[in-house]
């Protein structure tokens, strides 16, 4: 048999261009995620920052506003409180100058019945004395003439008779004189008929 040695190969040493380019794309597969991750946290972080800044912007504007409505309304308000001040000083004023008409409305209702009283009294008199008129012009009336039959004989003289005595006015102090006397009740233009018997004035004295 024929032995034929057997060749044994030697590794080979790697090449140090493809270990590089290994090396890099190495690190290309790792740096690359990792950038990219970075930059979706920085572009994330940048835009939080700027939803947080138009955020506080907006709080400042609702809160000027806010501030500025607080000091119109504290206006108003002040406003208000005067208007009010004034409407109670018109209302007291008011008031006074209504309880002062009613207290010269009170006078005036006084003396109207005051007059009143006074022309009732008075057409009481009136009625008085033209029934006390009436009464004497009766007690005096003059006697017919005689009627004319030729000469008149010479008048014979003779005592005249005396005159009748005039019928004193009947005088009543108060009601009791009066149904004493038989006269109750007494009507107005009736002797003895006065004021101070006829307290209401409606022209009968004595009525009960």
Do not use: W
């Not at 005159?163 to 107005?188: D, F, H, L, M, Q």
């Not at 101070?196 to 009968?204: E, N, S, T």
């Amino acid at each position: 048999m024929d032995f034929q040695p057997q060749t044994q190969q030697m590794p080979q040493a790697p090449d140090p261009v493809e270990k590089k380019s290994a090396k890099k794309a190495k690190l290309k597969s790792i740096g690359i995620p990792v950038l990219a991750g970075l930059i979706g946290l920085s572009l994330g972080s940048a835009t939080a920052a700027t939803d947080t800044k138009s955020e506080l912007e907006e709080l400042r504007t609702v809160e000027q506003t806010l501030s500025d409505s607080v000091q119109h309304l504290r206006g108003e308000n002040s406003a208000a409180i005067e208007d009010l001040g004034e409407a109670e000083a018109e209302r007291d004023s008011s008031v006074a100058l209504v309880k002062k008409r009613d207290g010269e409305i009170s006078e005036l209702q006084a003396q109207i019945e005051q007059l009143q009283a006074q022309v009732k009294e008075v057409e009481a008199q009136a009625v008085e004395a033209q029934a006390a008129t009436e009464a004497a012009a009766a007690l005096n009336a003059v006697a017919p003439a005689p009627v004319d039959s030729g000469p008149a004989p010479e008048p014979i003289p003779f005592a005249a008779p005396p005159a009748p005595e005039p019928v004193p006015a009947a005088y009543y102090a108060n009601c009791t004189a009066a149904r004493n006397a038989g006269a109750a009740p007494v009507y107005a233009g009736d002797p003895g008929y006065g004021r101070h018997l006829d307290r209401d004035g409606d022209g009968v004295g004595c009525e009960s």
